[in-house]
């Protein structure tokens, strides 16, 4: 008997026709002699009809009371994909997130989760009770509902797994796998049955959209095995078939690594750039640019300092486009005259191109095989940043779609290796 | 500086634009110097639409997590109306039931209140926020979601007012305040500025719809003033105008009580009749009758016990219209078999009508001229029930209006006394 952890995203749950049709698969699992937990997400538009509630009420409403608005969601679908597993003679119980309880920190609308007690949780599933939760929330220390942002779900559901020490937590969605890049951009991608946890994490990251960035920190963190499948075949499909289908985030030790080089394109279109010009550079500085925005709440992606000239240099950096005005007020008021910058510029109209690999590191070819790429699209790099498994350029937004097809191609990914 | 609580039903705060007006009457009460808090119902057709749904998974929906999905009608509310006055640059924070804690026992569905802890909510009072707390619902101590049942809100406002003590309880709704009878049957019936607790527990229990009967009964309890009035008047009309307003429940010594004789003519359309025939008439036959329908959470109103003949007697009861069926059924397994009654009927087409007065009891005439006026117009009593301040009869459905109508003219209530 194996604990899985099942998570259903929001156009699964968008009827309660469709939520019939998960409680016929949770219950396939259930009757395999599985113990099943399963985290939903809100009925697809919940969460946009509540937020648009509140933005005609106010254009910033208060993070802690949008919470509160937004959590009702997931508690809808919990409670409605409960009666539908009653409805065929299962025993099953939904808990809200501060029920379990999921405690997290209170950045709301993007909180981090810090515990799970799993007591109540596990005296369910030895009852033989399914037992369903709420994802993309918590609860504070202080009792206010938090939640995790958009996607959340994804986390709440790894993070239940790791709390159990699930066997396998499956991420059930709309797409039927991890791509070598965003099927919507270049037809030929091709779907990947395993990815390191590593290359999920770049691919996250940078946009492939299948998988929330924290979840894949969590299935790392926890060593959770989570797979990616699709939640539009039919409910009854023999459970062997499905179990193996999908991409599985995978922990095992690559033993093909020299083969593998590129694993996928991945990209981001929404990016902001900003600049600091000319600010001196001594120790801190750094700290003294970043600390504020990341007090701020706003996460920074890629981060770029160049070699001082006569002691000044220029510090870039990207923040997701719906934060950019908010980042520059933070500045405005941070870091002019403190650090003195000649002066502070920014760019919205600039997305994220990457290639991602494990097997990157042993091939020396990858950066000037993707920088000739772009170079004979005519595409300019207004940023190069690179890691372990993976070269993230920024460029254009224009051009994102023309490179991520060129790319793509480049490296051969239709095809299998 | 005064403590208020003021309570909206679901049409008041049925779109984003008639919170914002619910956010601008709450504003101007805080801005006279009081302390405020709020207790909304779900916006109009939310708890319908939530019902709905469940009802689209299964027909008979289990009771705690139809609990857990009604409740986030509330919970979308409070955050709203806390945004709304946020945007008034109004200080205001929203709570759950389970937050403040509402502790209520385990009848999911319809459970009731045992104790309010208000340390938050004070402490936030005392900085000056506006407190905002879901009408409906609390908590039972497994940390399960209750709700209170239809109209609960009104009884969560009382009870939060009694457990804060405040100095008044304001029920907004979209009637100005209790008539002599229902407006819509009887178009001269007159508003009362005041009535006492008993004479509202009648008019409430007997269907006058205005205030749910558990709140008139917490209201009773803990004396607490509670005023009736209308949601629908302008925000910003003079709040010595609007304090004025509507029928106070009130807990004064009635100076006036040889002349108040008939207060309002209440009455309940959908009720259903039950006789248990032929029952030994010896102690403990009400029990062994009642105890069962008790037990299912099933509540019995007019109960009637005639004289016995020959050591046998009729058993008669009304229950709401909806739990006619499963009466019987609960009757069918308890009763048949230990009492043996000759046989139980019933009838689903009857309605109460209910002359309601303090000053009954010593006008001993209003008796005989209530059962005259429904003789003149042809109408029969089915079955009679009096209390030291009402006369209730049951009657065939049909006559119901025609009934209240006569009664109306008969008693004067269109002239104010």
């Known amino acids: 008997m194996a604990l899985i952890v099942h998570k259903y995203g929001g156009t699964s749950m968008g009827s309660t026709e469709r939520i019939r049709n998960v409680a016929r698969r949770v219950a396939k699992w259930h009757d395999a002699g599985n113990q099943i937990v399963v ?61 379990v309880a999921i405690k997290t920190d209170s950045a709301f609308t993007k909180a981090r989760i810090q515990s799970i007690d799993d007591a109540k949780v596990r005296k369910d599933l030895e009852a033989g009770k399914i037992v369903i939760i709420t994802g993309f929330q918590g609860v504070d220390n202080d009792g ?40 919507r951009v270049v037809s030929d991608a091709r779907r990947l049955d395993k990815v390191t946890f590593e290359e999920m994490l ?37 459970l062997e078939e499905e179990a193996k289908s999908g991409t599985l985030i995978s922990f095992e030790e690559d033993t093909n690594m020299e083969q593998a080089t590129i694993t996928g394109i991945a990209f981001s279109r929404d990016e902001a750039k900003i600049t600091v010009l000319g600010v001196p550079d001594k120790p801190g500085i750094a700290y003294q640019i970043l600390g504020p925005v990341a007090d701020a709440n706003i996460e920074v992606d890629m981060i770029i300092q160049n070699q001082s000239v006569e002691g000044k240099t220029d510090f870039s950096f990207t923040v997701p486009r719906g934060d950019y005005a908010r980042t520059m007020d933070v500045l405005e008021k941070s870091v002019k005259g403190h650090i003195t910058p000649t002066s502070i510029v920014g760019d919205t109209k600039v997305s994220k191109v990457s290639v991602v690999g494990v097997g990157m590191r042993s091939h020396v070819g990858i950066a000037s095989q993707m920088f000739r790429t772009l170079a004979e699209e005519g595409i300019n790099i207004q940023l190069i940043s690179t890691s372990e498994i993976k070269i993230s350029v920024l ?21 299998a290796n």
């Open 395 to 415: 460029i254009d937004e224009k051009y994102m779609e023309l490179a991520v097809r060129a790319l793509h191609k480049a490296f051969d990914l239709e095809k």
């Open 144 to 183: 206010n509902i938090t939640t995790l942002g958009r996607g959340g779900s994804d986390t709440s559901a790894v993070a239940v797994a790791a709390a159990l020490k699930a066997q396998e937590c499956l991420i059930y969605t709309d797409v039927d796998g991890v791509y070598t890049t965003d099927p």
């Open 202 to 238: 770049e691919m996250a990251s940078l946009g492939s959209k299948v998988l929330q960035i924290r979840s894949v920190e969590f299935a790392g963190n926890y060593r959770m095995p989570t797979r990616v499948l699709s939640s539009l075949t039919d409910p009854m499909i023999p």
């Open 39 to 99: 985290v939903p997400s809100a009925m697809s538009g919940e969460t946009n009809r509540l937020i648009g509630l509140a933005k005609e009420i106010m254009p910033q409403p208060d993070p802690r009371e949008l919470d509160m608005l937004a959590s009702t969601g997931e508690q809808v679908s919990v409670a409605l994909l409960s009666m539908a597993l009653q409805a065929l003679g299962k025993q099953a119980v939904s808990y809200a997130g501060w029920q």
